[in-house]
């Protein structure tokens, strides 16, 4: 439903942040925006701090898959930065090239396959994110985060929370039990201590 509004999904390429900003003041020039917040795209630049937003990400149901994603964003933005500043670049494909491999994703899960587009073959999703991994490898130290970035094999070897939850329903046939499991899964990992705010005193 949220692919027909405007300004959604996978972004344009921008050859430089001035032709990104002159975009942006046409649109508030010609009524479309009031501001660069009415940007939706799966990843932007923040319109009012100095940060990158990740958008693209769908709620994982465990903490430590979140901490993952986030490892791996890091290791991403970390990565491209450092090939930047060696005067290095990475492959730039057609934003239709990438629409496809999102719907894939989407429909298909990590036991789908995804599109190599170098290659110009299709591979195991699964493939594609050990090599993903590989690609952010030399940063991982650096950022230390090579512990949370490792967790993304048992991702792997777990299967995503969308692959479980639908095995959860071919066992049982029962969406209470998806939803149990939903908060099951939420609670892992979590502190068993009372939070702070929530503390007898005396």
Excluded at 127 to 147: G, H, T
Excluded at 192 to 200: G, I
Aim: hydrophobic share 40%; with cysteine; charged share 30%.
């Amino acid at each position: 439903m949220f692919d027909k509004f405007p300004r959604t999904n996978i972004p344009d390429y921008f050859p430089s942040w001035g032709e990104y900003e002159n975009f942006i003041k046409l649109l508030i020039k010609t009524n479309c925006i009031d501001n660069a917040k009415k940007i939706w795209w799966d990843i932007r630049p923040h319109p009012f701090f100095n940060t990158i937003e990740f958008r693209v990400c769908d709620i994982p149901m465990r903490a430590d898959e979140t901490i993952a994603l986030a490892a791996l964003i890091q290791a991403t933005v970390a990565k491209l930065y450092k090939l930047h500043t060696a005067n290095q670049g990475f492959r730039l494909y057609r934003r239709a090239l990438l629409m496809e491999n999102k719907w894939r994703a989407s429909r298909y899960g990590m036991q789908g396959k995804l599109i190599d587009f170098g290659k110009q073959t299709e591979v195991p999703a699964k493939d594609l994110i050990l090599e993903y991994l590989d690609f952010v490898d030399d940063v991982a130290d650096e950022l230390d985060s090579r512990e949370e970035l490792n967790y993304i094999h048992t991702m792997l070897d777990r299967g995503s929370g969308a692959d479980r939850q639908l095995q959860v329903y071919q066992e049982t046939g029962d969406l209470k039990k998806v939803v149990d499991y939903i908060i099951e899964e939420t609670e892992a990992g979590l502190a068993e201590e009372e939070p702070v705010a929530v503390r007898k005193v005396g």
